[in-house]
Every structure is written in structure tokens, then in C-alpha cells.
Antibody, heavy 116, light 106 residues
Framework: EVQLVESGGGLVKPGGSLRLSCAAS????????MNWVRQAPGKGLEWVSSISSSSSYIYYADSVKGRFTISRDNAKNSLYLQMNSLRAEDTAVYYC?????????WGKGTTVTVSS | IQLTQSPSFLSASVGDRVTITCRAS??????LAWYQQKPGKAPKLLIYAASTLQSGVPSRFSGSGSGTEFTLTISSLQPEDFATYYC?????????FGPGTKVDIK
């Protein structure tokens, strides 16, 4: 079964850091680009970052550029999002998603809450 | 690239035909996807490349359009279709989503 499982969310103070992980299974992880998408409480979907299959190409939303870093370990079938200098507006459910020319497989999400 | 969706809210009955429109601020060819999201759940891909039905998605869902104007149609609304629908452009980064259309029970 094709599956993505996020972990690493939690409560963090403003200015703090958190590292999210996404474990992939059931498909050849190293062949796909991957993404992070987030959803603030009661709000719509926001694309956060993308990384190509070999990590050659990386893109960020302006809202997180310079604070978040996406990475992957193809040997471990894992995707990561290092989040630094967190703000209240980063509070959201964070989803990882596989991408071909569209996002066809999504994880269930992990919740990040930034609050003092 | 900005995406707008209309309507933002739609109240409909089981069996109704429902159409949601997504407009892009500039041409995106057919690089548009539609997702369905239910409360507390991850988005689910319905349509990609503007009009291609994702495997396993009921045929009552269809998509059309290219360039800047796109539509998602549900031919006969079923109880399990009450949800929020998002369009997304994948023509160029950042991969923006539309603001969503909530389909509620009349």
C-alpha cells in the first residue's frame, strides 16, 4: 500500500524550531518529487515547499523562505522539513504529498502549534 | 499565479448537478488539479490535468477547461460529496491553491 506518514509536530514557542518527518512506503520514493502543504485552523491549503527526486531542485513559498529547509534521505525513504524562527502564523496541520504533475498521495498530517 | 474559485459556498441537495469554477490570473495550460477535503482529513485528488479523472474516483465527477478558466462538475450530488473542493495550479512555482468551495447540504 502506498503510504505517507508524518511525524514531529507539537507545541513550540514563537522563535523556536521543529523538524517534521514524513516516512514513505509502498512506492519507489527516490523516483518522486515531494512536497509539504499546510493548512491553518479553519483556513485553506497552502503549498509550503517542494524537493525534486534527487534534491537538485528545491522551492519554497515566500512565507517560509529563509526559515524552513526541506530535505530528503532516499536511503531512508524519508522527507523532512526543518522549521526555524517559528511564528504564530505557522500554526497549521502540515501534510507531505507525493507529486508527479499533481499531488496524488497525501499523508494524514501532523499538527504544529506555535504559542507562548 | 492567483486562483479564484466561485462560489465560495454552495448549498445543494442530493441529486443536484453542481458546478464550481476556478479562474487563474494567467494562463496555466491544463496544469490544474481538483481536490476534495472532508473535515479532519487530508485532501484527496479528484481530477488532474484539468480533465483526467483520478483512478477510483466516481464518474459523476468531471473537469474541463484550459488556459485561465476551469470547472469541476458533479453530475448528481451524493451524500458523501459534501465537502470542500480546492483547485490547484501546477504550471509554475509556487503551486498555488484556490481558496476553496464548501458544498453543504440544503
Amino acid at each position: 500500500e502506498v503510504q505517507l506518514v508524518e511525524s514531529g509536530g507539537g507545541l513550540v514557542k514563537p522563535g523556536g524550531s521543529l523538524r517534521l518527518s514524513c516516512a514513505a512506503s509502498g512506492f519507489t520514493f527516490s523516483s518522486y518529487s515531494m512536497n509539504w502543504v499546510r493548512q491553518a485552523p479553519g483556513k485553506g491549503l497552502e503549498w509550503v515547499s517542494s524537493i525534486s527526486s534527487s534534491s537538485s531542485y528545491i522551492y519554497y513559498a515566500d512565507s517560509v523562505k529563509g526559515r524552513f529547509t526541506i530535505s530528503r534521505d532516499n536511503a531512508k525513504n524519508s522527507l523532512y522539513l526543518q522549521m526555524n524562527s517559528l511564528r504564530a502564523e505557522d500554526t497549521a496541520v502540515y501534510y507531505c504529498a507525493r507529486i508527479v504533475e499533481y499531488m496524488d498521495v497525501w499523508g494524514k498530517g501532523t499538527t504544529v502549534t506555535v504559542s507562548s | 499565479i492567483q486562483l479564484t474559485q466561485s462560489p465560495s459556498f454552495l448549498s445543494a441537495s442530493v441529486g443536484d448537478r453542481v458546478t464550481i469554477t476556478c479562474r487563474a490570473s494567467q494562463g496555466i495550460s491544463s496544469y490544474l488539479a481538483w481536490y476534495q477535503q472532508k473535515p479532519g482529513k487530508a485532501p484527496k485528488l479528484l481530477i488532474y490535468a484539468a480533465s483526467t479523472l483520478q483512478s477510483g474516483v466516481p464518474s459523476r465527477f468531471s473537469g474541463s477547461g484550459s488556459g485561465t478558466e476551469f470547472t469541476l462538475t458533479i453530475s448528481s450530488l451524493q451524500p458523501e460529496d459534501f465537502a470542500t473542493y480546492y483547485c490547484q495550479q501546477l504550471n509554475s512555482y509556487p503551486f498555488t491553491f484556490g481558496p476553496g468551495t464548501k458544498v453543504d447540504i440544503k
